[in-house]
């Protein structure tokens, strides 16, 4: 087996592990990244309307501050105060190393980055560089890695973190290539795989995008607010958000049944046309399934769309050839004075909702075409999604988890809470990778002698075996998963999942007894699913001041609760600061 050295790997390619590598070669410290495909991941396959990037305000004169923006991080409730303190005191610096690196974020001739308010944001701190943000970051941060000569390992699956007394001391991998194994001795890990994508079959997350989750919980690390998911409406075919604009031009709502006869099933809720469009306009910037709105708001919309695909068993589709429920024509008066309003001020109060989108906004259309469907003339086939993890492993201040030397960034960090800024995860991931990569760097880890680490993988893959119907296996894990624990959830049937789920890993096993890339996606998918699932059996009621966390113990998934750290205060005195800071950066 290859054997390399490193201070610290990464694992992921995306936007966070890209940063990450960068920041741990700008500290100086021997760093190496690890990924099972640098094509891959959601950070650079992924994207929506306006894909947002937020950060503190920088533009106009509405006062803001880091105190401000961290209590808005922190009002999103199952918070921890210091997670959402450093969010915000390093959004800036970790904009403008983008900014500097290439990202195109617009601003006005003063160069001011003007903003735009986005969901649970009370000022105008979301910016965009397009639908695509998250890919031009990856792009530009991957450039910058290269550019610093970090080493890059392509085509390997991490399959375990290895651990000596309770310390992280490398991580084992599987070449997909070659199907032989490799091992990486170091000190510290980061985990910056993304959220854990493969637990669902409706998911908004790219084709191949599994995640990860499962390395950190079988290490042993702590998990907190499994239970909280962002879901929304999305295309099947591709994966990707139909926020938006897509909504907001009042396309059709079909479903389809076995026969073929379509049902525009909005009228079976709604008194009429015009209160069923309406509420389909929210859906545009009301995207993420929200309780609150479910019962008389928006999220009505995505209820209906799960009765239709998954209680009634037929495909459901936006249509944006013709105007909704026959009308040749629409009166636009007859809409909510705020949609009205807004379209009437975009001057698309004409036409059929393709032609109103062309003219609010050519790139939704553009971006289809470009991955092979043309929606002004064939259905665009959605479901209700997963499309982002607000859990994730649980980190302190520095993103360091319950694990010594193993830390967690980006999607994959369950720094989010209940609910969130829009667009506050891209730069969550900065500022995590950032900080872990700012401790690493202060705190030398000391590598465990070459002997010891051989010790220490020997014979852990001595007996492999060969299974077979793993994909298949894989893809009804998903669909159990989607059908009763997702924006839906059926108590007595996540309790027959989750038992379900148990059987399946026993009989799968969780060691190193296979040199097949998809077993250990699958084992990761069930794993996780059964921290998912207990999490969510477990959560009767969330409280904003307590945070759920889940450990794996010898008895499986156990949930506690515990306070969430509060905002910390802080009366700096800024000699005191600088004196610190010029000796040793004595800031940890």
């Not at 003007?114 to 450039?143: I, N």
């Amino acid at each position: 087996m290859k054997i390399y050295s490193y201070d610290a790997i990464v694992i992921g390619s995306g936007a966070a592990g890209y940063n990450a590598i960068c920041r741990l070669k700008q500290e100086g410290v021997n760093a190496a990244l690890i990924t099972e495909g640098v094509s891959c991941g959601t950070s650079r396959n992924t994207g929506s309307d306006k894909q947002t990037y937020y950060k503190l305000g920088l533009g106009g004169d509405a006062p803001d501050s880091v105190a401000k923006m961290a209590q808005n991080l922190f009002d999103g409730g199952c918070v921890d105060g210091d997670n959402a303190l450093c969010e915000a005191a390093l959004s800036v610096r970790c904009f403008m190393h983008l900014c500097e690196l290439g990202v195109a974020f617009p601003t006005n001739r003063y160069g001011e980055y003007v903003g735009y308010k986005t969901d649970h944001d009370p000022y105008a701190r979301a910016t965009s560089a397009g639908p695509l943000t998250s890919k031009f970051m990856t792009e530009a941060l991957q450039k910058e890695a290269a550019r610093l000569g970090a080493d890059i390992f392509d085509g390997l699956l991490a399959v375990e973190i290895l651990k000596k007394d309770d310390t992280v001391c490398g991580v084992l991998c599987l070449d997909k290539n070659s199907g032989e194994f490799a091992a990486f001795r170091c000190g510290d890990v980061m985990l910056c795989t993304g959220g854990p994508a493969g637990i669902y079959a409706d998911s908004v997350y790219p084709v191949g995008h599994t995640g990860s989750t499962a390395l950190a919980l079988l290490a042993g690390a702590k998990a907190q607010n499994l239970a909280f998911w962002q879901y929304g409406l999305a295309s099947v075919s591709p994966h990707w958000n139909v926020s938006g604009s897509y909504m907001q031009v009042l396309p059709r709502l079909v479903s389809l049944d076995a026969d073929g006869t379509e049902h525009e099933f909005l009228l079976e809720h709604y008194p009429d046309e015009y209160t069923a469009l309406s509420t389909l306009f929210l859906k545009g910037y009301q995207w993420p399934f929200d309780p609150q709105k479910a019962e008389n708001g928006s999220s009505v919309i995505d209820l209906l769309v799960y009765r239709e695909r998954v209680t009634l068993g037929r495909k459901v589709y936006l249509d944006f050839t013709k105007n909704p429920f026959g009308l040749e024509e629409i009166e636009y008066n007859k809409l909510s004075a705020e949609t009205f309003g807004y379209l009437k001020n975009a001057e698309v109060t004409f036409g059929t909702p393709i032609q109103r989108l062309e003219k609010m906004n050519a790139p939704a259309i553009r971006l289809y075409r470009s991955k092979g469907v043309d929606i002004s003339r064939e259905y665009l086939e959605i479901a209700l999604c997963a499309q982002h993890h607000n859990g994730g492993i649980a980190v302190d201040m520095w993103w360091q988890s319950s694990v010594k030397g193993l830390f967690a960034a980006g999607e994959c960090a369950g720094t989010h809470g209940i609910s969130r800024p829009g667009g506050s995860a891209l730069n969550a991931g900065q500022v995590g990778s950032l900080r872990a990569a700012q401790y690493i760097a202060a705190h030398p880890s000391h590598l465990i002698s070459i002997g010891e680490f051989e010790a220490l993988i020997n014979g852990k893959t001595d007996e492999l075996r060969v299974f077979s119907s793993l994909d298949e296996l894989t893809a009804k894990a998903q669909r159990r998963m989607s059908a009763c624990a997702a924006a839906v959830r059926d108590k007595t049937a996540m309790q027959a999942a989750l038992a379900q789920v148990k059987e399946e890993l026993d009989s799968l096993g969780c060691g190193i007894c296979s040199a097949q890339p998809q077993y250990y996606k699958l084992r990761d998918i069930l794993v996780t699913q059964s921290a998912v699932l207990t999490a969510m059996l477990d959560a009767e009621k969330s409280d904003p001041t307590k945070v759920q966390e889940t450990q794996l113990t010898k008895a499986g998934f156990v949930c506690s609760l515990r306070n969430v750290r509060p905002l910390p205060e802080n009366n700096d005195f800024f000699e005191n600061i600088w004196r610190g800071y010029r000796q040793n950066k004595n800031i940890f």
